[in-house]
Nanobody
Framework: VQLQASGGGLVQAGGSLRVSCAVS????????MGWFRQAPGKEREFVAA??????????LYADSVKGRFTISRDNAKNTVYLQMNSLKPEDTAVYYC?????????????????WGQGTLVTVSS
């Protein structure tokens, strides 16, 4: 399974940005997908995750982004998105997408099996 993140860039505080993660190999629709981020000098942290639940999906968010970020997936395009609104300077980080081979999501980054290369998001004040 290969993951390719894209869409990062420079945005002003209060602005919006959408990052994408294209997945190849494996059965995309079966995998829980997640986004993590790593700010300079800090550890990588959970941002959001999404998994299939029957015909619908269930999303999970870190408290710091709840209400501002939205994770979604397009199974036809094998792509997961992270829509980021009301961005703050503290959202500046490299954003990584990840996939699990288990059906459940988790905030524990050590339990995610596949990782993309990351895309840099910079929010200016």
């Amino acid at each position: 399974v290969q993951l390719q993140a894209s869409g990062g860039g420079l945005v002003q505080a209060g602005g919006s940005l959408r990052v994408s993660c294209a997945v190849s190999g494996g059965t995309f629709s079966s995998y829980p997908m997640g986004w993590f981020r790593q700010a300079p000098g800090k550890e990588r942290e959970f941002v959001a995750a999404i998994r299939r639940s029957g015909s619908s999906t269930i999303s999970l968010y870190a408290d710091s982004v709840k209400g501002r970020f939205t994770i979604s997936r397009d199974n036809a395009k094998n792509t997961v998105y992270l829509q980021m609104n009301s961005l703050k300077p503290e959202d500046t980080a490299v954003y990584y997408c990840a996939a699990r081979s288990s059906i459940a999501t988790t905030q524990d980054l050590g339990r995610w099996d596949y990782w993309g290369q990351g895309t840099l998001v910079t929010v200016s004040s």
